[in-house]
């Protein structure tokens, strides 16, 4: 994994984010990770940026945008939860779950 390094961000917090090198991998790159706002709350974001190089391949610089993903993210780990729990529901009960497509018998 040349040109990236772990960090943690937050004191108390377990998760990492990785932070590239952006000058040694010349590549684009998407991450979420989260962040503490001046009010003290943690909120989830999208980190985007693309290399900006001439013709010849010279890195010029990058340009990128951190979006607010806090609403995304809240319903995405709201959706692992319950699928989560429906799995320990059914390997409990012993029953199963199965899909049959009309259209097609």
């Known amino acids: 994994m040349d040109g990236l390094r772990r960090s943690t961000l937050?004191?108390?917090?377990?998760f990492g984010i990785t932070s590239y090198r952006?000058?040694?991998?010349?590549r684009s790159y998407q991450t979420e990770y989260r962040v503490k706002t001046?009010?003290?709350q943690f909120r989830w974001v999208l980190d985007s940026a693309s290399p900006?190089?001439?013709s010849g391949g010279t890195l010029q610089g990058f340009i990128g945008s951190i979006v607010d993903n806090q609403?995304?993210?809240?319903a995405?780990?709201?959706?692992?939860?319950?699928?989560h729990r429906l799995?320990?529901?059914?390997?409990?009960?012993s029953i199963g779950i199965w899909q049959w497509d009309v259209d097609c018998h």
């Open 52 to 54: 900006i190089t001439t």
């Open 10 to 14: 937050m004191t108390g917090q377990t």
């Open 87 to 93: 799995q320990i529901a059914l390997r409990a009960s």
């Open 22 to 26: 952006l000058e040694d991998q010349q």
């Open 71 to 74: 609403l995304r993210k809240t």
């Open 38 to 40: 001046p009010g003290g």
């Open 76 to 83: 995405e780990l709201a959706r692992d939860r319950s699928e």
